[in-house]
């Protein structure tokens, strides 16, 4: 079976750009949620997406979004890049919202 | 806030010897996390411990909870080079499932 995929695995974005990061989950998870993991530190909560509908955000501006697919996929949009925003992004899924999370191997950004 | 501070934050071990790396949240927890991360890679989940007392053991590494003290531990008996890798705690709240919020994480290393 398939994990959690993400697509890319690598990008170099100028700031001031936009960008769109991609995560479908295992199938039948219905639950997906967005990390932020700066290098050297934990990751940080950005969204939690389930059924389609936004459960649950972080302390993140604005220029984050996100959203959910009919087939549970996702996609994070970030706008107006800062050099702040380079990080490995991690989605992860889950069956529902309380049960354990699977990430996936994560999209690593770098902004110049 | 919720804080979720981990100790010691790097541990330089022996191989064959004894450790234990510990978890400590700020407030009531409903689940708590152990996850393991290699250099570059994404997150492995380890553990999930839903209830107080509960003890969880794979291979070299046991992970057990203490809701009253807010305390978890992740204990590594005779450790092996492939052990070498930053852990995580994480915990999750009944009223913010789906968010997951990490400590900084303990970079340990395995020396023969």
């Known amino acids: 079976d398939a994990g959690v995929t993400q697509s890319p695995t690598h990008l170099i974005k100028t700031r001031g750009q936009q960008v769109t990061l991609r995560c479908s989950p295992i199938?039948?998870?219905?639950?997906v949620s967005w990390y932020q993991q700066v290098l050297g530190q934990g990751p940080q909560f950005i969204f939690q997406?389930?059924?389609?509908?936004?459960?649950g955000r972080g302390n993140f501006p604005d220029r984050f979004s996100a959203r959910q697919f009919p087939n549970y996929s996702s996609e994070l949009n970030v706008n107006a890049l800062l050099l702040g925003d380079s990080a490995l992004y991690l989605c992860?899924?889950?069956?529902?919202?309380?049960?354990?999370?699977?990430f996936g191997s994560g999209t690593r950004l770098t902004v110049v | 806030e919720l804080k979720v501070e981990q100790n010691p934050l790097f541990l330089s071990m022996q191989e064959g010897k004894n450790y234990t790396i510990y978890c400590n949240y700020s407030?009531?927890?409903?689940?708590l996390y152990w996850y393991r991360q290699d250099p570059g890679k994404s997150l492995e989940s380890l553990f999930v411990?839903?209830?107080?007392?509960a003890v969880k053991q794979e291979g070299r590494l046991m992970a057990s909870l203490d809701t009253k003290a807010r305390l978890s531990t992740l204990h590594i008996t005779a450790a092996v080079h492939d052990l070498s890798a930053t852990y995580f705690c994480?915990?999750?709240?009944?009223?913010?499932?789906?968010?997951?919020?990490f400590g900084q994480g303990t970079i340990l290393t395995v020396h023969p």
């Open positions: 992860a899924s889950s069956l529902s919202t309380g049960e354990g999370y699977t």
């Open positions: 199938s039948g998870h219905k639950s």
């Open positions: 997406y389930y059924e389609k509908e936004e459960r």
């Open positions: 407030t009531t927890s409903d689940r």
């Open positions: 411990l839903l209830s107080n007392g």
């Open positions: 994480a915990v999750s709240w009944a009223t913010s499932y789906g968010k997951l919020t």
